[in-house]
Every structure is written in structure tokens, then in C-alpha cells.
């Protein structure tokens, strides 16, 4: 993975973005949506930000087995 | 001949001489799996096969380590070999610390040589802020009775005379917070030195046999489903650094772990150079720590990656920062190549601090959580493991690494980042 696509800017460079966390299961306590992670082979859903650009938040689908980028689509509004 | 390994002596170097081929075997032989065993520990690392030697040796079980790869195939044949004990919280000092004492007597312990070299470990300050800090930390260090002393610039030159050459620079160095028997031990000799101790003790090491599932009866484990065909067991541990998470997931778990990479880097082998382990942590280059390997090359790590993965391959931002650091500290070696390049998948526990305890059953357990700094204590890890494992009562050591400190809010915040491991 060298770079992502972000939904304003367009493709950029990795380290213009920052990784916060894996998004939390819909419905989770709070402790679980501070402390745990989700973990799976090959699928991982989780809230990125483009510090270095236009700082929008991020959701960033991928596969963290092959590193190939599914899906990136703008946090907010009615997304989770 | 068949037969495990000799005991290495001086006597064996004689009677080698004379027995011709053969008598050197090999160091852990390719065992068959059993149907049924008194504990089986997945992962065939540093800490499953250290929990595996005390398990037999301590404890009288019988024992079979199941690896999905090969022994020491991950995090124990791929970290940058550094040992140490200079941690802040009681918590993590002591235990830490035990790690470090069984380290100087290990290569006996275990009758192979795992060349362990208490150079010292220095870790390199940058402000008034960052002596403070250390200082704190060194006071912390010292009333527990663990060596290490504070030096300032003058000192640190004495000490690690290499460090003049970046002495004219923006960010100046101003001291250094240095444990002296802190060090290195070769990576790989752990690894290979469990395995043939294990094995010597009759413990059954088992490549290329992926774990894929637990079998449960009334509430708890009885024994594991591998790509082997099924193995019964009364005890269950995960040693799997790096996929502990995915562990988790298996058996329907959602852990307070992340998996990160972590690279590290070797350059060519040159002349000796560097007497100690030089740990820098600076807000323009990230992080680098640097050692001499006794083969003459500069090993070299950094901070994580930044995201989760499993890939191992390692970002070329990542690896840019190591660089710019070890120049930064060493512009002498500016010149010196690069030859090989690696990363592991770390457990990234959201306090820093590893997890040693049970895992959802009451006979199944996890050794695991070590962040980036898994290696330097598999010795304490894997006696107190087998003694958690064997009793069903964590000794004293261990207490604080619970699972359930994140829900009870007993966190070991080392860094005091919070639940975020990329953050430096």
C-alpha cells in the first residue's frame, strides 16, 4: 500500500494520511468502542484522516492480509 | 544414529572429534503428533517454545507446540535482538527485570550459547524536558534496584565515543539515560536454543500444522482442531504475537489489540563502530534505535508502520525515518548500504503492556500483547506463563497483565498515549 484516495483531494501519497482506529461494530458499549479492535485476516473497516491535506475523516475499507484498498468514502453525515 | 542433541561441552568437542560423522544431531527433531496431550501451546516463537521448555522442565507436562510455519519463522527471528530493563511502572520494571537476570544466565540454563552482550542500552535525550523525564524514570529504576545511571553530554561522549561526530547539530544531544546491563542477544539462538531444550525434555514441536479452530464441551476447551487432524488437550496456549487479534476473532472475541508492522534493517557488515544499543526518539525523524551485530552490520528499527496489517512487507516512508535517524546520529555511516530489509506483525496492545492470562475458557490462555518489545522478556515470559498455565494461579509477576485491566480501567501506560499505538 503506498497510497489512498482521498474522496476531495485524489490519490496521495501514504504518509500525507493518518490511520486512527478500526471502526467499532455497530451497537458496541463504549468501553468497546475505546479499547477493542476489530481483527480479521482479510477485511478491515476503519476511520482515517488526511492530516496532511484537506483533513477530511475518512473511511477506508482494505485488506489487511494483501494491503489492496477496496473502498475509501467520506466519514459523516449518515455513514457510522 | 539416531537421538536428540548432545550436551554441549568440552567433553563433547573431544569425543566428536573421535566419533567420526553423526554425532552432532540435529538441534530439535521432527517429532510426530500425539492424539492427546496435557497442554498444547500454539505458536513455536520465543514465548510458546520458552513457555513450552518451563512447562516441561518446571512442571513435569507433557507438551506439544503446534507452528503453522517454522520455529522462530516469526517475531523471534526478526526483531533487532535489543534487551533491557529501564521501564517506569513497577508493574513492568520487576518484571522486566527478571526477564533481564534470566538473560545472563540463559546460555547455561538452556546449554546454548544465546550470546547474550551487556553492551548497555542508551536511551538518547534531546531537552531539559527529556531529562527530567528520564531522570523520573531512572529514580523509578533505581529504588527497584535495577541499574542505570543519567549522564549528561560529557559522559555520554566517554561512553559512546561515536556520537561526537553528531555533536554540531540543530537538535543537539544532551544526555543520555544509559542501563548498562542492557544489551543484545542473538535472536535466532533463543529460539533454536528452546527448541532443542524443549525437545531434550521430550515436549513435541510440530511444524507446518496451522491451528483452525478450538473444540468445546461444557463450557471449556478440549483440545484443538489443526490442519494435522485433531489434537486433544487439557490446556490450551496462544503464543501467536502478531495474530492474537485474529485469535481473538476465532474464538468470537473482539481483543484490545491491534496488528502493526514493525521493520527493521541491516546494513553491510563493517569494522566495529558502535559499543552500545543507541535508542533516539525525535519529533523530525520518528524514531531509530541502532546496533552493531557481531557479523559488523548496523541493525536497525524504527516506529511501527501505521495501520494495521499482516502483510510483512513495510512501508519505504518507515524506512526512510530509520535512515535519517541513524545519519543523524552516525554521519559517518552515511555511506554504508543496506542489504536487507524485513518487518514482523506486532501485537499492539491498546496500553502498551503485554496480556497474560486466561481467554475466554477457563483452561485456555494467551502469552501475548508484547507490542514491540516481545522479545527481551520471552525468558520471564515463559516461566511465569507455564506457572499461570500449570497452577491456574498467576504468580505475582504477571498480576497486573490481565485481560480484564482494560474494562476495570487498571491500564500499565507506559507511554501515556492513551489507546492509540501509532502515536509516539
Known amino acids: 500500500m503506498i497510497r489512498l484516495i482521498c474522496p476531495f483531494c485524489g490519490p496521495r501519497e501514504l504518509r500525507e494520511f493518518e490511520f486512527h482506529k478500526t471502526r467499532a461494530e455497530p451497537g458496541s458499549t463504549p468501553y468497546a468502542q475505546v479499547y477493542e479492535r476489530v481483527n480479521r485476516l482479510d477485511d478491515s473497516v476503519e476511520h482515517w484522516q488526511h492530516v496532511q491535506g484537506?483533513?477530511?475523516?475518512?473511511?477506508?475499507r482494505r485488506n489487511p492480509s494483501t494491503g489492496l484498498v477496496l473502498e475509501t468514502r467520506i466519514l459523516g453525515g449518515d455513514h457510522p | 544414529m539416531k537421538g536428540p542433541s548432545p550436551r554441549y561441552s568440552a567433553l563433547a568437542l573431544l569425543r566428536a572429534r573421535f566419533a567420526g560423522g553423526g554425532f552432532w544431531r540435529p538441534l530439535w527433531t521432527g517429532r510426530r503428533l500425539q492424539g492427546a496431550y496435557d497442554v498444547v501451546v500454539v505458536g513455536a516463537g520465543g514465548h510458546g517454545l520458552a513457555t513450552a521448555f518451563h512447562l516441561a522442565r518446571d512442571h513435569g507436562l507433557k507438551v506439544?507446540?503446534?507452528?503453522k510455519r517454522l520455529v522462530g519463522y516469526g517475531n523471534v527471528g526478526r526483531n533487532t535482538t535489543i534487551?533491557?530493563?529501564?521501564?517506569?511502572?513497577p508493574e513492568n520494571h520487576y518484571f522486566y527485570e527478571d526477564s533481564l537476570r534470566r538473560w545472563e544466565t540463559l546460555s547455561k540454563d538452556l546449554n546454548y550459547n544465546v550470546m547474550y552482550s551487556p553492551r548497555g542500552v542508551a536511551d538518547?535525550?534531546?531537552s531539559d524536558g527529556d531529562m527530567i523525564d528520564a531522570a523520573r524514570r531512572g529514580n523509578a529504576m533505581r529504588l527497584a534496584g535495577?541499574?542505570?545511571?543519567?549522564?549528561?553530554?560529557?559522559?555520554?561522549?566517554r561512553f559512546c565515543p561515536e556520537l561526537v561526530a553528531s555533536r554540531d547539530r540543530r537538535f543537539p544531544i544532551v544526555g543520555a539515560l544509559v542501563q548498562r546491563r542492557g544489551g543484545s542477544v542473538r535472536h535466532d539462538a533463543v529460539a533454536w536454543g528452546y527448541a532443542r531444550a524443549a525437545t531434550a525434555l521430550g515436549v513435541d514441536i510440530i511444524e507446518d500444522c496451522d491451528v483452525t479452530g478450538v473444540r468445546t464441551a461444557a463450557g471449556i476447551a478440549t483440545g484443538v482442531e489443526t490442519s494435522r487432524g485433531y489434537v486433544q488437550a487439557n490446556r490450551i496456549v496462544f503464543a501467536t504475537a502478531g495474530h492474537t487479534g485474529v485469535i481473538g476473532t476465532m474464538l468470537d472475541m473482539t481483543l484490545p489489540i491491534e496488528t502493526h508492522l514493525l521493520q527493521a534493517m541491516v546494513t553491510e557488515p563493517i569494522k566495529p563502530l558502535l559499543n552500545t544499543v543507541l535508542v533516539y526518539v525525535h519529533p523530525a525523524h520518528g524514531e531509530t534505535?541502532?546496533?552493531?551485530?557481531?557479523?559488523?552490520g548496523l541493525v536497525m528499527g524504527g516506529h511501527l508502520d501505521g495501520f494495521p496489517s499482516y502483510t510483512r512487507d513495510g512501508q519505504w516512508t518507515r524506512m526512510e525515518d530509520?535512515?535519517?535517524?541513524?545519519?543523524a546520529l552516525l554521519p559517518q555511516v552515511a555511506g554504508v548500504k543496506i542489504v536487507r530489509q524485513w518487518a514482523g506483525t506486532n501485537d499492539m496492545t491498546m496500553d502498551g503492556s503485554p496480556i497474560i492470562d486466561r481467554l475466554r475458557y477457563d483452561n485456555v490462555f494467551v502469552n501475548a500483547?508484547?507490542?514491540?518489545g516481545g522479545f527481551k522478556t520471552i525468558p520471564a515470559s515463559g516461566a511465569a506463563c507455564a506457572q499461570l498455565v500449570a497452577s491456574g494461579t498467576a504468580p505475582d509477576l504477571i498480576k497486573a497483565y490481565k485481560l480484564s485491566r482494560f474494562e476495570t480501567g487498571h491500564l500499565l501506560d507506559e507511554r501515556g498515549g492513551g489507546p492509540f499505538p501509532v502515536r509516539l
Open chain 2, 369 to 372: 500483547g508484547w507490542c514491540y
Open chain 1, 54 to 60: 484537506c483533513r477530511a475523516w475518512m473511511l477506508v
Open chain 2, 124 to 126: 538518547l535525550l534531546l
Open chain 2, 146 to 157: 535495577i541499574d542505570c545511571e543519567l549522564m549528561d553530554r560529557a559522559a555520554l561522549d
Open chain 2, 289 to 296: 534505535y541502532v546496533l552493531q551485530s557481531d557479523k559488523g
Open chain 2, 64 to 67: 506439544a507446540v503446534l507452528e
Open chain 2, 322 to 327: 530509520v535512515v535519517q535517524g541513524a545519519i
Open chain 2, 83 to 89: 534487551v533491557r530493563s529501564n521501564y517506569l511502572l
